[in-house]
């Protein structure tokens, strides 16, 4: 994504938004993980310390949209997470760049139960 000014020019990587979007989803209630797009390839390694392989963004016209695919963590309430999910990323990502977000689509890809002892 570039911006074009009077004093030159701005330009964000995709991998730069993929962080901001990773690190807002991590911070999310409910959430353990991002996966891949294709989550019966990266079943091995999903929970890896690649956090960005979760995120597939668009950007056209100084516009973007955000496709997250996450792991929930099983007993909470699934709508509620990717509620949660959705508005943080769309908050984080126009605060950091300034720049409207379309849309945050989120995929809910697997649920993990944690442990009890």
């Known amino acids: 994504m ?3 000014q009077a004093r030159g020019r701005i330009e964000v990587s995709p991998a730069a938004i993929s962080t901001i ?3 807002a989803v991590q911070r999310c ?3 353990v ?3 891949p797009k294709n989550f019966a390839s990266g ?3 999903m929970l890896s310390a690649d956090r960005k392989r979760g995120v597939v963004l668009q950007v056209r016209n100084h516009r973007i949209t955000i496709d997250v695919y996450v792991v929930v963590e ?3 309430r ?3 997470v990717a509620e949660s999910v959705k508005h943080v990323v769309k908050y984080q990502v126009e605060q950091a760049l300034q720049l409207p977000v379309d849309a945050v689509n989120v995929h809910v890809q697997a649920l ?3 442990d009890v002892d």
């Open 78 to 80: 699934i709508a509620t």
């Open 33 to 35: 993980g991002t996966v």
């Open 21 to 23: 979007v990773s690190e």
């Open 74 to 76: 099983y007993g909470t």
């Open 29 to 31: 209630y409910g959430v």
């Open 112 to 114: 993990r139960v944690s």
């Open 43 to 45: 079943l091995a390694d």
């Open 2 to 4: 570039t911006e074009q």
